[in-house]
């Protein structure tokens, strides 16, 4: 059985890290593909020639996902290109550092806006198609911040706690329709976010080395195939948080 052929996904923050992965990852199992991405153009490009490389189809699209406006313009495209959305990868973020007394309303409105709100407006945007066809998948890309406060700072880790929520909500609106809705909490996967932060070491995580965008990938994959498994955080952190 192979569940996602012909099936549409739209990954948000699909240029690079642990997004590129999802949506090549996706593409391998069957699926055509919109790329999402905000400023990386050619990286995104470089996603889509890949996917049509595996025989899918793929568009990259621009869009500000944290702005209404920018989720609109994004799913009219996606549908018009591509057709219904099947599958709802939430991954964009950003993940601004500093020493936390020095944090500003301005760092944490950003940081709420670009990856708490953009799940909320882009899974809003997807989810009636998925209701009338009585199928869908909706995976959110949170943090073990979300549990543990994590090393960026108390904005990032309400961000990814705040997914967490959503996420479950979701899970229980629509379980009747057809609708998973889970998120991954990774820690430390090796993403340009990662190598960029002086924080974080491999010795934080007990299987001591960093993770690998492949990795989270691989479980996206799972979900996505997965229609058992809802309201679920699959916690894909190396042994730092267990439960």
């Given at each position: 059985m192979q569940p996602l052929i012909g099936r549409t996904a739209l990954v948000t923050g699909a240029s690079r890290g642990i997004g590129r992965a999802a949506a090549l990852a996706l593409a391998r199992a069957g699926c055509n593909v919109a790329v999402n991405y905000l400023n990386a153009e050619e990286d995104a490009l470089s996603v889509v020639r890949e996917i049509e490389q595996l025989g899918?189809?793929?568009?990259?699209?621009?869009?500000?996902?944290?702005?209404?406006?920018?989720?609109?313009?994004?799913?009219?495209?996606a549908f018009a290109d591509l057709g219904d959305i099947h599958i709802l990868v939430n991954n964009a973020g950003i993940n601004p550092a500093r020493p936390f007394l020095e944090l500003t309303l301005e760092d944490w409105?950003?940081?709420?806006?670009?990856?708490?709100?953009?799940?909320?407006?882009?899974?809003?945007?997807?989810?009636?198609?998925?209701?009338?066809?009585?199928?869908g998948r909706l995976i959110f890309i949170s943090s073990v911040a979300a549990q543990t406060g994590g090393v960026i700072g108390p904005h990032y880790a309400a961000s990814k706690a705040g997914m967490l929520g959503l996420m479950r909500s979701y899970a229980n609106l629509l379980a009747k329709d057809g609708i998973t809705s889970n998120a991954i909490a990774p820690a430390l996967i090796e993403t340009d976010m990662v190598r960029n932060n002086r924080n974080v070491r491999p010795d934080l995580i007990p299987?001591?080395?960093?993770?690998?965008?492949?990795?989270?990938a691989e479980t996206v994959t799972l979900l996505a195939t997965n229609g058992y498994i809802t309201g679920q955080t699959i916690n894909l952190n190396g042994g730092w948080y267990m439960s």
């Open positions: 899918c189809r793929a568009l990259a699209i621009r869009a500000d996902v944290s702005q209404p406006s920018g989720v609109d313009q994004m799913v009219k495209r409105n950003r940081t709420l806006q670009t990856n708490l709100t953009s799940a909320f407006l882009v899974s809003q945007a997807a989810i009636p198609a998925m209701r009338q066809q009585k199928w299987i001591g080395r960093f993770g690998h965008s492949e990795e989270v």
